[in-house]
């Protein structure tokens, strides 16, 4: 479990579900991950309960027994929140809270809330109300006490601390008034990006925490914000960019999840045009996770969510300082060799052959194999503006014949 250094946090329990559609294996990665987003908003893990059912109850998510067993340690230990892996209807939440008498947390709404910790602009805070108050809606009956008595901490940040009196009524007027707001916004930012001229545009995505803002800062000589939490940056931010002599424009947007609650992408529409309009994606991966493959396939469900799927895309896969291949044993028969016991040698040939050639190895933080990448993207980036104005095939040479 994740060590939290800090005395200050919420005690938090995790629920999750082995089911038909998803095995022990594969809930014990989400809820490690579950875990980190819950470190990330300010809680620390006590322990989790795990069920075995066919699908969840309708009712209470997990069986009868099983709430008992929660209910008795969420009293014994004074348990604050409990989190759930999945996204709970509104029956269930209101269910769940009657039994347990403590704030009810599931992971879309877990999601929400640390981008309501996160939002710094303006922007980014009315987009994230939104997708809260959107969330909130169908549950406004019988949802936590919240909506009774201000409490602070995990799943409170955001309209649930500030509208005690909210009636559907005032939701939706609330909604169609932040609709509207982010309409206007929407609209000054296209203009925006109209107005960055013929610039090629660069954009750098990936699932969360796998280094975008790192390679940003490192790339384009600038400070945005990069920490070891999720979801470190919300606003999408754009910088100028020159490799040898070649100008370009590189934005780092706003990572994504496995399970990304559907208001987000809704909300972050704006956001995620950064994206849509992106000449070339620099789709940045943590091979050091061991599930970097699954991150890799749950982003590309997102692109093309956004119709972001078919742009041109540089695999750049990061963190091969961290790397470590577990140890494979031939001689043991009961082990099968996979994707975890490749060395990163290995990778590279598997990842060049399956891309075309189309991927990089690099440390964004220590900087290793940072020349190769810079010639890469001068490569594509040069091979997009040449095609658009093709008398400038003399002004940028091959990459080689730079003095860099």
Request: hydrophobic letters at 40%; glycine letters at 6%; a negative charge.
């Amino acid at each position: 479990m994740l060590e939290v250094e800090k005395t200050d946090y919420e005690k938090v329990l995790l629920i999750g579900l082995v089911t038909r559609a998803q095995n022990e294996e594969k809930m014990n990665e989400y809820l490690d991950e579950l875990e980190f987003l819950a470190y990330t908003a300010g809680g620390r893990v006590l322990k989790r309960f795990t069920q075995k059912l066919d699908m969840p109850n309708p009712k209470t998510f997990i069986g009868t027994g099983k709430m008992e067993d929660v209910a008795a340690y969420v009293e014994q230990h004074e348990v604050g929140t409990v989190i759930f892996d999945d996204e709970l209807t509104p029956a269930q939440q209101k269910n769940i809270e009657k039994i347990l008498k403590c704030k009810i947390v599931d992971r879309t709404y877990l999601i929400l809330d640390i981008f309501a910790q996160r939002a710094q602009t303006s922007y980014a805070r009315t987009q994230v109300e939104l997708a809260q108050y959107e969330y909130l809606l169908p549950r406004l009956v019988g949802l936590w006490t919240h909506l009774e008595r201000q409490r602070g901490g995990i799943g409170m940040r955001g309209p649930g601390e500030t509208e005690i009196e909210t009636d559907r009524r005032i939701v939706r007027d609330r909604i169609a008034l932040l609709k509207k707001k982010i309409k206007t916004i929407d609209k000054q930012m296209a203009t925006q990006r109209g107005n960055r001229g013929a610039l090629v545009r660069v954009a750098l995505v990936g699932y969360t925490n796998v280094g975008k803002s790192t390679l940003m800062n490192t790339v384009a000589k600038s400070e945005v914000f990069a920490e070891n939490k999720l979801f470190a940056t919300l606003d999408t931010t754009v910088r100028k960019v020159v490799i040898g002599n070649l100008p370009f424009l590189l934005s780092d947007t706003v990572g994504f999840i496995r399970k990304l609650p559907t208001q987000l992408v809704d909300s972050f529409k704006s956001t995620l045009d950064e994206v849509r309009e992106a000449d070339l994606l620099l789709h940045v991966v943590d091979i050091s996770h061991p599930q970097f493959e699954d991150h890799i396939e749950s982003v590309n469900k997102t692109l093309d969510e956004i119709s972001g799927l078919d742009k041109p895309t540089l695999m750049v896969f990061n963190k091969i300082d961290a790397y470590e291949a577990e140890d494979f044993d031939e001689e043991d028969l009961m082990v099968e060799r996979t994707g975890v016991h490749y060395s990163l040698e290995e990778w590279e040939k598997t990842w060049m052959a399956r891309a075309n050639g189309d991927a990089i190895f690099i440390s964004a933080l220590n900087k290793d194999n940072l020349e190769a990448f810079r010639k890469k993207v001068y490569e594509r980036v040069r091979e997009i503006h040449v095609t658009r104005f093709p008398y400038n095939k003399f002004l940028y040479p091959e990459y080689e014949d730079q003095n860099l």
